[in-house]
């Protein structure tokens, strides 16, 4: 009977293997799993033509249902790529990663869905009182109300399905995988800076943007933080883009989808962001201070769990 193969020894095991338990160590994983995302964006890209050209045949394909569709398929690629490296590579159940559900769930989705309101209305309110946005109407002054509720309803799903993407790839698997490694700190800063650099090829990306979205991802990661569960985080990470993009009509990182509020920003770039967005200007900080504030006296008293 054939033995199996021993496990390496000496430097390669320093190398490769975890000194704790027999599995790769944190570095490899990661790149592994970035390898595995990869691979599984062509199938889905593919199929995504495909449904694509179908659709073509039934209805218009738009920009905006390509942009729709683009987004739920990258998100679908993230959970797939970080369900799989979690089993396999991890060797650890996908729920540990802050899934589990408790009676803080709902009212973690709840609350961080609404915390982006008064931030991104602290935005628009800086930037309308210092002249720098040019008001042009509401969307039902141009469309009808079946397309509001169409292009809303469409945002939010889109931004529903990003929102649990990418809270679960660089809250989740990112920040979580490194904290045991080099210890939660590090970890934080590190994953906001793979956060950050995830949006390089959105359209618009400057340096002032990726500063930007660091400073994002430390907030975002502040919910898990203080809940050690992704339910608020996810719940931060959909209302900031929804309220940001389809409410108050800002670009969001780069990317202008169906606005309810019309208007053009005209401010200085450094300020504002310009075309990326309130993200990658000086605007932001103040609706950060004040987001974070919610996020301390909504988990007061708090005992983030394991």
């Known amino acids: 009977m054939t033995q199996p193969p021993a496990p390496p020894t000496g430097i ?24 595995l995302t990869l691979g599984l ?17 039934v209805v218009p394909v738009t920009g905006a249902l390509i942009t729709v569709l683009g987004g739920l398929v990258n998100a679908v690629v993230f959970v797939v790529g970080t ?24 009212p973690d989705l709840i609350v961080g869905f609404l915390i982006p309101l008064p931030m991104m209305g602290l935005i628009f309110l800086i930037e309308s009182s210092l002249g720098w946005v040019l008001w042009q109407g509401w969307a039902w002054q141009e469309v009808n109300a079946a397309q509001v509720v169409l292009g809303a309803a469409g945002g939010l799903v889109m931004f529903m399905a990003v929102g649990v993407a990418e809270e679960t790839l660089s809250r989740g698997y990112h920040l979580q995988n490194l904290a045991e490694s080099i210890g939660v700190p590090a970890a934080v800063v590190i994953s906001s800076l793979l956060f950050s650099a995830l949006h390089t090829f959105n359209p618009g990306f400057t340096l002032p943007a990726g500063v930007g979205l660091v400073l994002a991802g430390l907030f975002l990661a502040t919910g898990w933080l203080r809940t050690r569960r992704l339910w608020l985080s996810i719940g931060l990470h959909i209302g ?14 780069g990317l202008d989808l169906f606005r309810v509020m019309r208007h053009q920003v005209e401010g200085p770039g450094w300020a504002t962001g310009g075309a990326f ?10 609706a950060l201070l004040l987001g974070a504030g919610i996020i301390w006296l909504y988990t007061r008293g708090r005992i983030p769990r394991s």
């Open 240 to 253: 900031w883009n929804f309220f940001e993009g389809t409410v108050f009509g800002f670009a969001v990182s």
């Open 41 to 57: 964006t062509i199938p889905f890209t593919l199929l995504l033509v495909v449904a694509l050209f179908v659709l073509g045949l």
């Open 12 to 35: 390669l095991r320093r190398i490769f293997l975890s000194g704790e338990e027999p599995r790769l160590r944190t570095g490899w994983r990661l790149l592994l799993h970035g390898f």
């Open 277 to 286: 967005g309130p993200e990658a200007g000086a605007v932001v900080l103040p």
């Open 83 to 106: 369900f799989l490296a979690r089993r396999l590579l991890d060797r650890r159940s996908f729920v540990s990663l802050g899934f589990a559900l408790d009676r803080h769930t709902l």
